[in-house]
């Protein structure tokens, strides 16, 4: 089993910064790939960001491109998105997602995780 811990979300102004963090335990985080996925009210859970276990390639939506990037600290075991420009679309829960090793249908795909995070606020005002 592996527990995933999010936290850094909150309330800032368009144009602003945010580090959202994802702590993990209870399996060897190098072992793990691990994606941040938001979901806003009344819509459906989409994919924002992944870092493959090993090589530790990238993935980002289109629309996070260039303002998000998404990086892993194996000694901490923690994955963290760091989060610029932001602007009022992103406001959503953010939840930190994990799976052992490589995916099998892609980055992107929520059902190719198997551990979740409880979620973390973020909330951008124009």
């Known amino acids: 089993q592996v527990q995933l811990v999010e936290s850094g979300g909150g309330l800032v102004q368009a144009g602003g910064s945010l580090r959202l963090s994802c702590a993990a335990s209870g399996r060897t985080f190098s072992s793990l790939s691990m994606g941040w996925f938001r979901q806003a009210p009344g819509k459906e859970r989409e994919f924002v960001a992944a870092i493959k276990w090993s090589p530790n390639y990238t993935y980002y939506t289109d629309s996070v491109k260039v303002r998000f990037t998404i990086s892993r600290d194996n000694a901490k075991n923690t994955v963290y998105l760091q989060m610029t420009s932001l602007r009022p679309e992103d406001s959503a829960v953010y939840y930190c997602?994990?799976?052992?090793?490589?995916?099998?249908?892609?980055?992107?795909?929520?059902?190719?995780?198997?551990?979740w995070g409880q979620g973390t606020q973020v909330t951008v005002s124009s």
């Open positions: 997602a994990a799976r052992t090793m490589g995916w099998s249908r892609g980055p992107s795909t929520p059902a190719d995780y198997d551990y």
